[in-house]
């Protein structure tokens, strides 16, 4: 249930009809827009009679939210969200690019890969130090030591990072080097996890799941917000369909049907939606013609050597044309890059 309070209502009003739902044992998080304040209410909201709110003085309506998910939910809060990363804003104006290869090898590889991509424009650096590989024996990560190198190569570029944590345990090590942390597809729905990353002060890149609904996505970045973590990047990453001709199915249509329900930013990960190099560069252009807040994308160096993922790996050169592409297309739809 939302509580609209009226434009004119005063800092006592909003604090009384506050007080009063603590009073009944709700959680009450607090929206506060231009030009008026909006009251999520959380809890078994069933028995809370909405005239008994209205009655209350500075409210104007109350609102019974159909969907399972509350806070993410553009009926609390209108706006836009803008979640800040250092210098970088999703969900702004600026189409926001991260790039760099799926794992971080050596070091010699991440400065390399670095470089190329802040050439290119990227705003962020991507690279897995932590790896969820779907087989045991395929390279799992450089772990600790890759996030010293991802940092050092994120910096010598004037680059913010991002890297996945996979483990509610490795939640203040990853966010120690870190400036987003990202929650794998397979990992959407690990509850322990999300509920760290609600205290982890750093914001959340949260992939969706290989086989979730838009529902169950909103549903996991709901569980980020209770958890006290308002500043959470959504990323389309592809799903599994019938279809075998491309690795993943990418559902550019998420990123529309995310903007109308949603007040988080949107962002598309073309590499692992698609899962093929000549591809990439077709979803990453139609992503953002669709409205996508950005992009997460894969590239290497030396790709036909990568350690993971390679072959939907991005070389530099094709990277470079992507934003040169993507410089053209933006001021179409308003944005800038
Ligand atoms: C990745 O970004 O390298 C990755 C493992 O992605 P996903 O969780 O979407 O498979
Ligand atoms: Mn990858």
Redesign the pocket.
């Known amino acids: 249930m939302i509580v609209v309070m009226a434009p004119a209502a005063d800092a006592v009003e909003v604090e009384h009809v506050i007080a009063r739902l603590v009073e009944r044992g709700f959680d009450v998080h607090r929206s506060t827009g231009a030009e008026r304040t909006v009251l999520g209410v959380v809890g078994p909201t069933a028995d809370l009679d909405p005239a008994e709110l209205s009655l209350l003085p500075g409210v104007e309506e109350v609102v019974r939210i159909s969907s399972p998910y509350k806070l993410v939910s553009r009926a609390f809060h209108p706006g836009d969200t803008l979640v800040r990363v250092r210098d970088v804003t999703f969900g702004g104006e600026e189409v926001v690019v991260a790039a760099g290869p799926?794992?971080v090898e050596n070091e010699d590889q991440i400065r390399r890969t670095a470089a190329a991509v802040r050439a290119a424009g990227a705003r962020l650096l991507?690279g897995?130090a932590f790896?969820?590989r779907s087989s045991p024996y395929s390279f799992q990560g450089l772990g600790e030591e890759g996030l010293a190198l991802l940092r050092r190569a994120a910096d010598e570029q004037g680059m913010a990072l991002v890297t996945?944590v996979l483990d509610p345990a490795q939640v203040p090590l990853v966010a120690g080097y870190a400036d987003m942390l990202?929650v794998?597809?397979?990992?959407m729905q690990n509850y322990s996890l999300l509920r760290e990353l609600g205290k982890a002060g750093k914001p959340v890149l949260l992939?969706r799941g290989?086989a979730a609904t838009i529902e169950e996505w909103l549903l996991s970045a709901e569980h980020l917000v209770v958890a006290g973590n308002r500043d959470v990047v959504l990323?389309e990453?592809?799903i599994r369909t019938f279809e075998t001709a491309t690795r993943n199915t990418m559902d550019i249509s998420a990123i529309p049907v995310i903007e109308k329900r949603s007040h988080l930013p949107v962002i598309a990960?073309p590499?692992?939606g698609v899962g093929i190099r000549d591809k990439v560069p077709a979803m990453a252009r139609a992503a953002v013609a669709a409205g996508a807040d950005g992009l997460?994308v894969?590239v290497h160096c030396d790709p036909d050597r990568a350690l993971?993922?390679g072959a939907q790996s991005l070389f530099p050169e094709q990277f470079q044309a992507l934003m040169d592409q993507l410089r053209i297309i933006v001021p179409a739809i308003g944005r800038s890059i």
């Open positions: 799926c794992s991507r897995g790896k969820p996945e990202q794998g597809a397979r990992n992939k290989l990323c990453r592809g990960d590499s692992h997460l894969e993971s993922d």
